[in-house]
């Protein structure tokens, strides 16, 4: 088990650096996979990602960056990561402001252009 200094610097810093530090402490690929799963986990419910989600509703003026519906005429928004290359430390431009509808395609969008190369 890794100590808490650790796991403290871990979760303290964007998954780039992590990534670096565990790699030249010679963990394995599985291992890494673990910490940035835990990563994940931890930084969505983090105050840092807070933040960024209130960023994002602010720059898109709490509308569907897709379709333009408002949360204000009920529709319910989920901050949407175009990529997670930068977790921990993203740009405006690595995220979306989405509907549940478009946000929806977007995943199967991405999954199926994974699956086709």
Known sequence: MPSTDLVDL???????FTLLMLTD?????????LYRRSYKRNYLRSQRYSDLCTRV??????????????????YTMSVDH??????GSEDLQ???L???KCQGQAH???RIKDETG
């Open 108 to 110: 199967y969008d991405r």
């Open 57 to 74: 509703m602010v720059k898109a003026k709490y509308s569907c960056e897709v379709c333009k519906v408002k949360q204000s005429d009920g």
């Open 10 to 16: 871990v979760y303290s810093r964007p998954w780039s």
């Open 82 to 87: 175009k990529t997670w290359d930068r977790m």
């Open 25 to 33: 402490l010679g963990l394995s690929a599985e291992r890494i996979d």
């Open 98 to 100: 989405l509907c549940y």
């Open 94 to 96: 690595d995220v979306q």
